[in-house]
T-cell receptor
Framework: KAGVTQTPRYLIKTRGQQVTLSCSPISGHRSVSWYQQTPGQGLQFLFEYFSETQRNKGNFPGRFSGRQFSNSRSEMNVSTLELGDSALYLC??????????????FGPGTRLTVT | DQQVKQNSPSLSVQEGRISILNCDYTNSMFDYFLWYKKYPAEGPTFLISISSIKDKNEDGRFTVFLNKSAKHLSLHIVPSQPGDSAVYFCAVGTGANNLFFGTGTRLTVIP
C-alpha cells in the first residue's frame, strides 16, 4: 500500500506570496491532518479534515487554510507569507471506523522556505 | 504555552544499554499517548501508543509507561541499537487526530 505523499517536497517563496501544498493520504484513510514543524516549537497541529469537513483546528492565524476533496486528498494554503512561516509542513492520514481513530501515518513533508 | 514538553533535546546511549526518553504534559484530559520516531528527510513514523486506562504497553524492545497522576510519559528502549538513532517525539491528545507533540529528543546510540 502506498504511503502518504506530499508535493512539492521543497518550495522557496518570498514574503507576501501565497502557497498551496498538497497531500494524498493512504488509500482508505479519510482523516487528514496538517502539522507545522519548526526547530523551536516542534510539531504543531494546524487542522484536521474528515470527509471534506474541517473537524479540528489548531491555534494558527486565518492565513492558514485548507480543504479536502471527495477522494480525501487535501490541500493547505498559506496566504501573505511571512518569514516565520518557514518550516517543514507535514501531512498525516489515519483510518477511522466506528468512531475510532487509529494512529496517524505521516508523509515526508514539504520544506517551505520564505525569503 | 507548551502542552507537551520533552526536556532533554538529546540523549546518547551505548549500544546494548537502555534508552529512556521522557515526556511531560499539562492537560489531565489527555487520554491518548503516542511515541513517534523521525529520521532525517522523512516524516515521523508511529512507534507505540498507550491509552489512559493502562500504565504500560510493550512492543518488542519498546515499552511505554504512563503515570497519569504525574502527567508523565516515558519510552524505554532495551537493548538500544545503532539503528534506533533518530529523533523521538511524544504526542498526546484527546483523540488520534488532534495531537500535541513535544519538541523531540535526539537519541544517538553509540556502537
Amino acid at each position: 500500500k502506498a504511503g502518504v505523499t506530499q508535493t512539492p517536497r521543497y518550495l522557496i517563496k518570498t514574503r507576501g506570496q501565497q502557497v498551496t501544498l498538497s497531500c494524498s493520504p493512504i488509500s482508505g484513510h479519510r482523516s487528514v491532518s496538517w502539522y507545522q514543524q519548526t526547530p523551536g516549537q516542534g510539531l504543531q497541529f494546524l487542522f484536521e479534515y474528515f470527509s471534506e469537513t474541517q473537524r479540528n483546528k489548531g491555534n494558527f492565524p486565518g492565513r492558514f487554510s485548507g480543504r479536502q476533496f471527495s477522494n480525501s486528498r487535501s490541500e493547505m494554503n498559506v496566504s501573505t507569507l511571512e518569514l516565520g512561516d518557514s518550516a517543514l509542513y507535514l501531512c498525516a492520514s489515519s483510518f477511522e471506523t466506528g468512531g475510532l481513530s487509529y494512529e496517524q501515518y505521516f508523509g515526508p513533508g514539504t520544506r517551505l522556505t520564505v525569503t | 504555552d507548551q502542552q507537551v514538553k520533552q526536556n532533554s533535546p538529546s540523549l546518547s546511549v551505548q549500544e546494548g544499554r537502555i534508552s529512556i526518553l521522557n515526556c511531560d504534559y499539562t492537560n489531565s484530559m489527555f487520554d491518548y499517548f503516542l511515541w513517534y520516531k523521525k529520521y532525517p528527510a522523512e516524516g515521523p513514523t508511529f512507534l507505540i501508543s498507550i491509552s489512559s486506562i493502562k500504565d504500560k504497553n510493550e512492543d518488542g524492545r519498546f515499552t511505554v509507561f504512563l503515570n497519569k497522576s504525574a502527567k508523565h510519559l516515558s519510552l524505554h528502549i532495551v537493548p538500544s541499537q545503532p539503528g534506533d538513532s533518530a529523533v523521538y517525539f511524544c504526542a498526546v491528545g484527546t483523540g488520534a487526530n488532534n495531537l500535541f507533540f513535544g519538541t523531540g529528543t535526539r537519541l544517538t546510540v553509540i556502537p
